[in-house]
């Protein structure tokens, strides 16, 4: 709601993507509440592929060949961190601070030239990620256990 019942801020996110869409393709699945909001507030989609909202698998498939995803939710941010995908979160905090710390995702906001900049920045080659966060490696369940099994009386 945050980024999409606001006319100002709607409007400032499109227009960012379509100066995007200038660069690559911008594909966005988008939430039936947001396509409400644009028809409501006659903003456009110039540029924009808007697709309706895929299931988890396709999504996952739709972001690992991402250039850059922008989003407003916390598990995509470490999707893209995962997967080595440059992320743009569109919030002004995030509870997955890892993926800011260790340079995998920027936070900019519902800000247009805050977006733009950090865009720039990433079609520059100026985003380079170190690989995983420590303990990404799918092997908690395993940790888990051991401390289980060491701390047993």
């Known amino acids: 709601p945050s980024n999409v ?10 227009e960012a993507l379509e100066t995007i869409s200038n660069t690559m393709q911008v594909i966005f699945p988008i939430h039936p509440r947001t396509t409400k909001r ?3 507030f006659g903003l456009s989609m110039n540029g924009i592929r808007t697709i309706d909202p895929l299931g988890y698998l396709e999504f996952l498939n739709l972001t690992s060949h991402a250039g850059v995803v922008l989003t407003h939710s916390g598990g ?12 743009l979160t569109l919030r002004h905090n995030t509870e997955r601070p890892v993926t800011i710390t260790h340079g ?3 936070m900019v906001g519902p800000n247009k030239s805050r977006i733009l ?3 720039g920045r990433i079609v520059a080659g100026d985003w380079k990620p170190s690989g995983p966060p420590e ?3 799918g092997r ?3 940790r888990i256990v051991r401390v289980i099994r060491d701390n047993r009386a």
């Open 140 to 142: 908690a369940a395993e």
């Open 104 to 106: 995998t995702n920027i």
């Open 76 to 87: 995509l941010q470490e999707e893209t961190t995962i997967l080595g995908v440059p992320c």
């Open 38 to 40: 644009v028809r409501e």
């Open 135 to 137: 303990f990404w490696d």
């Open 117 to 119: 900049e950090a865009f």
């Open 5 to 14: 019942d606001d006319p100002a801020t709607l409007g400032g996110i499109l």
